[in-house]
């Protein structure tokens, strides 16, 4: 069990104030980082703050307007990149290996979010999901690897929450973030021989548009039918998508990649929470996943020897 995600929590005040991107040295070459879906929400932020920081940020996107938007911010050279696209990496690949200054960071961040229910929305949506959230950051990171093997550099992945607890009508969106997970975990594993940094940043519900794009796909595709079994779910759920730019604002969100990216002992996850009560509800579910899978098995453990358990990995 994940036990040390208590001490995640304690440590997200202090993000901010952490002297975690040094001093730099004007003479000194600012680390390269590219950050995929850079062009709003968590990514945007993300840029901001790793450009504000002494990092050079290739910031990833799709569209020349939001390219022309991000290339005219301070240490940040906008790139085109569709992590759907195998040639776009390709050519992002090759673009930035003309820079000359290599690639120290990788964050995937670009994401999509699909929601409805299991027995309902259609596989085509799944796939377009998984297509965005789990392939696009495997090929993307393929694809850079060996500029980031040479820099001894990082790699992190944005998750979520719900990589850690699904709930109705999450289905979609969550199995593509619990497959982040796997795909961070054995990434950390295989990269280490080569001293390059792996991590998860596992945001839960702060401001961004993805709201507003989940919402907009599910009204002009009605691929989540307003005739559903679930219809008066539907409505209130689509009613609340809209709200999600309301949210927190993702600095908090973004102070975690600075961290991950800077200090000398980055933590391989980052559950950043917006506020307590949903910082607890993914403590207790890690907390009943571990109890169930305890539970009526030939090796069952006692209460006494699972609270010995917890205390030998807080102790790690």
Not at 72 to 94: F, G, H, L, W
Request: glycine letters at 6%; aromatic letters at 8%; a neutral charge.
């Amino acid at each position: 069990m994940k036990i040390f995600y208590l001490s995640l929590l304690l440590s997200l005040a202090s993000f901010a104030q952490q002297s975690t991107a040094g001093d730099h040295d004007s003479d000194t070459p600012k680390k390269a980082v590219l950050v995929t879906g850079a062009t709003s929400g968590l990514g945007l932020k993300m840029t901001k703050t790793l450009a504000k920081n002494g990092f050079l940020v290739y910031a990833g996107a799709r569209k020349e307007a939001d390219m022309k938007r991000l290339e005219a911010m301070e240490n940040v050279e906008a790139i085109r990149i569709d992590v759907t696209i195998q040639s776009q990496i390709d050519a992002a690949v090759k673009t930035v290996e003309a820079k000359g200054r290599g690639l120290y960071g990788l964050i995937n961040n670009a994401g999509v979010a699909i929601f409805g229910p299991v027995i309902e929305v259609d596989v085509a949506q799944l796939e377009y999901q998984m297509n965005v959230n789990v392939y696009g950051p495997y090929r993307v990171t393929q694809a850079f690897a060996p500029l980031i093997i040479k820099s001894k550099g990082r790699i992190a992945t944005t998750g979520s929450i719900a990589g850690i607890r699904a709930s109705s009508f999450f289905g979609q969106y969550a199995m593509s973030k619990h497959a982040v997970e796997a795909f961070t975990e054995a990434l950390s594993a295989e990269m280490a021989r080569f001293d390059v940094t792996v991590g998860v940043i596992e945001p839960g519900n702060y401001a961004s548009q993805i709201g507003n794009t989940a919402r907009k796909r599910i009204l002009d595709s009605d691929y989540w039918s307003a005739d559903s079994q679930y219809a008066q779910e539907r409505a209130g759920f689509v009613s609340r998508l809209a709200k999600v730019t309301q949210g927190k604002d993702p600095q908090d969100v973004a102070d975690a990649a600075l961290h991950f990216m800077s200090n000398e002992t980055p933590q391989f996850r980052y559950m950043v929470a917006p506020d307590a009560p949903q910082a607890e509800a993914v403590i207790r579910a890690m907390i009943q996943k571990t109890l169930q899978l305890n539970e009526g098995q030939p090796y069952s453990y006692d209460k006494a020897t699972l609270l010995k358990m917890v205390e030998e990995e807080i102790n790690k």
